[in-house]
């Protein structure tokens, strides 16, 4: 809950058009970009803390970065940081088509890394292939589990990366080989049943985590750093986000319903 009157929006690209004294490292005139900024990104303009937004490379789109940023350095600290992912290694992706899922599966394959990603629907299939899964499986119609043994040959994979939660925990846990890692980043269908840490050994001497970017950007220097390697991710190309429909600041009560709609693609984008 917060508290109200609010301004909400976390997420948003602009330009300076003024500076705070003893401000060195922007310009007037500079595009930036903040995320996870606790409110006030509804607005046509802002005072915000200079250590929340970092420089905007010329030539990518704003409303690329604007829909993204938040999940791109979400990726970059589940990938670069909390477990550097290698060349050949096998993961599993939950939700592989969504927000996260989309641009973990690109940065996934730009490392050289087997990607297996689950989706709820044959739509959803075909936007996981897209953006790079190797194997997509439909776990409204497939036990995940067991296509994942079946996909690997019993090898099982590395790292499970889960934003569900409760509805996929600990069938994901089956999934993992001896001395995998499990990371449960969300849980976007609840949070996941209290369960015996001993399940763990009983699966294989298990690695278990449960991470926040919270605490992968506690400083200037590890946000710059994420935000960073993430917009680099996109000037080489390695990334492409498809920002979603359009909407007038004044007519935000309209892009929320349509935040709702499961058949949207993209986040929606509120032009000032």
Known sequence: PIDLPAVLGDEAVGIIEEL??????????QRVAYSAAKGGAYSERRTIDVNEIVA??????????????????????????????????TILIHAAAGGVGSIACQWAKAIGVTVIG???SPDK?????QNGCDFVIDYAQQNFA?????????????????GVGKDTFMQSLDCLRVRGLMVSFGNAS??????DVLELSKRGSLYLTR?????????REELVESASRYLSMLEQGKITIQ???????????????????????GSPVLIP
């Open 20 to 29: 705070g004294e003893d401000v060195t490292e922007f310009s007037v005139g």
């Open 56 to 89: 905007v490379p010329d030539g990518l789109d704003d409303k690329a970065i604007a829909t993204s940023l938040l999940r791109g350095m979400t990726v970059e600290y589940l990938f670069c940081r909390l477990y550097e992912l290698k060349a050949g290694e």
């Open 118 to 120: 689950t989706v709820s």
């Open 125 to 129: 299939a075909d936007i996981a292939k």
């Open 146 to 162: 067991e296509e994942v043994d079946r996909i690997t040959q019993g090898k099982k994979v590395d790292v499970v990366y889960d």
């Open 190 to 195: 609840g949070k996941p049943d209290p369960m």
């Open 211 to 219: 991470p926040t970017l919270y605490h992968y950007t506690r400083n």
């Open 243 to 265: 920002a979603g429909k359009e909407f007038a600041l004044s007519n935000v009560a309209e892009a929320h319903r349509y935040l709702l709609r499961r058949d949207r693609l």
